[in-house]
């Protein structure tokens, strides 16, 4: 989608963003009982095990100009993790310093190194077209969720969103829904830090691609 969007518009994107549930499970064994549901309607549901985890010549061709300029897929690929991915193994792959070109703030979790994972709590900077720039801020997880979940949104991860000040963000990218009333009793976390941080946006999906140029 990415690479038919660009040759389209002949633009490229500044950043490509995945508000969750990318299904980053390396390991098939791992997938969870929603996840097998899903994949039994799509196998595509599968795919980061199938072409994320060792190369396939298929999608190394997309980051190449195989059909002109704007074929190639360029910009970092950002993603928060959502409640259907494999914890154990994002946080893991937490350990390591983002990859050559990737923004600060954000690790690989891809055999590509073209799939970048925002830290929890943390703030990611895009540069755009004309020196624009957009403050990402990332929130792992959701907040409706048992106790002791891997994926259930962290008070720290918050609190750190929290006490960047007002408009310390301009977006904030989380899988998590925000309250639909006021005196909604879940995902109030969330909902605080986008209250305290006052940024010029916040979403947890985004309807239309657009790159930096676009979105200023």
């Not at 195989?66 to 928060?80: D, K, N, Q, T």
Request: proline fraction near 7%; glycine fraction near 6%; charge should be negative.
């Amino acid at each position: 989608m990415i690479r038919n969007w660009q040759i389209v518009h002949s633009a490229h994107f500044d950043a490509v963003l995945i508000a969750g549930d990318l299904g980053c499970f390396p390991n098939p064994s791992k997938f969870d009982k929603a996840t097998k549901r899903w994949i039994e309607r799509d196998p595509e549901e599968a795919g980061f095990a199938q072409y994320f985890t060792s190369p396939v010549a298929e999608v190394e061709q997309q980051f190449e100009p195989e059909v002109g300029e704007f074929s190639a897929i360029r910009c970092p690929i950002l993603f928060v993790a959502g409640n259907h991915e494999d914890y154990d193994y994002i946080t893991s792959a937490s350990k390591q310093a983002p990859a050559p070109g990737a923004p600060p703030n954000t690790f690989p979790v891809d055999c590509y190194k073209r799939v970048h994972c925002v830290h929890d709590g943390a703030i990611v900077t895009i540069s755009g077209q004309h020196n624009s720039q957009l403050r990402i801020a990332g929130i792992w997880g959701i907040e409706n969720a048992r106790a002791d979940a891997p994926y259930k949104i962290t008070p720290g991860a918050v609190q750190q969103l929290q006490e960047g000040g007002k408009q310390s963000f301009d977006l904030l990218l989380t899988h998590d829904a925000l309250p639909v009333r006021r005196d909604a009793l879940v995902r109030l976390r969330t909902a605080a830090a986008v209250r305290d941080n006052q940024p010029r946006t916040s979403t947890t999906e985004l309807s239309e691609p657009c790159s930096l140029g676009t979105f200023f």
